[in-house]
């Protein structure tokens, strides 16, 4: 089956197939940089004055990110076990809710964020929600980690790890982003890029793998993506015992629709 002929990821078990990778999330995914969270909340106001609602929170690693510079964020995740891992904060408030039933009130929010999520999202549902729950002049920021394959060692975590992927579309989630382009729903869409990286040892390079929730858990598949992992970092890893994962974290900045 071809990469074309895959169903979108909403229909791929978005709410199961993380399940067991939880506790995986929480130790090895990549942060996102300071000067994003800038550019996201720009020309907001002051941020203990703002509510944002930030949709497939995961663990909160993005929602923990918008509450350090004074937000109020209520942290939307599907998933139960997700929302278990999640580390508290005195301003987050994780929420059970989908991006297509999130249970806010109309008009509410300041600030809608989607931190590596957005790509799993029906749109034809979500962008609706979106604009109901946020205030006039609201804001949507669509935020994804997009690996840099022009450095060695993240071109070459990107090959060992896509034919565990079989070309899952979890692996490719920059199309989904047509569907805020095109939208009614919301103006002056925006994009600025940001310098990220991730240094990790060989249980991190490893456990990076192994969050994404397209690679098998166990099998020859998996025991190859070790072996070729292994043989990656160990060509590559510096005097401290650590390659980096280099992403260029891109930013969609969007406004609601006066229409």
Known sequence: MTHNSKPPLYEMDPLGRFSDRASDYVKYRPSYPAAAIDAILDGLGEPSQLTAADIGAGTGISSRLLAQRGLRVLAIEPNAEMRQAAAPHALVDLRAGTSEATNLPDTSIDLVTCFQSFHWFNPVLTLPEFRRILKPGGRLAVVGNLRDRSEPVTLGYTQITKPGSQNDPAENPAQSIDALLASSHF?????????????????????????????PQSGPAWEKIISDLTELYETHCDDRGLVSLVYKTRVYLAVVANN
């Open 187 to 215: 103006t002056d869409v925006r994009h600025c890029d940001f310098a990220n990286s991730q240094d990790v040892d060989i249980a991190g390079l490893i456990g990076r793998a192994k969050s994404a929730s397209y690679i």
